[in-house]
């Protein structure tokens, strides 16, 4: 399989900046180093102990397309939206509850919006088993 690149892609993204700290990059260290990822590394308070920072990277495969550079903007753009929505679903609470906690686990999509389904779902680390 070939290491096909959108064309202009990295040039945009090696342009992007977003929040002090953060590294938005493009890579290809997943399986095989066959497929594109946009990586987006946030450096945010740890929401488990707020008096520890921690660094997250984000990993997002990027689509095989041939968007021109205002809709791959806007496709990195919605990718660092999920990034802050599953922050803030880490951060926010009712009386002490992450009702809207993400799901970590494996076989979970951690930047899907959840409404306090099941509470060992948001309890599991990534990676882990439920």
Known sequence: MSEWEPPGLRDLVDQLTYKPNWMIYLGRDNEEERWLTLHIVSDTLNS???SRKIRVNHSFLVPMATYNEATWLAWIFDQ????EAHEAGEFFMLDGLRVFAPHHGNGEDPYRRWFMGDYADTRVRAGQEK
Not at 80 to 83: G, P, Q
């Open 48 to 50: 488990y102990d707020t």
């Open 80 to 83: 660092i939206c999920d990034v």
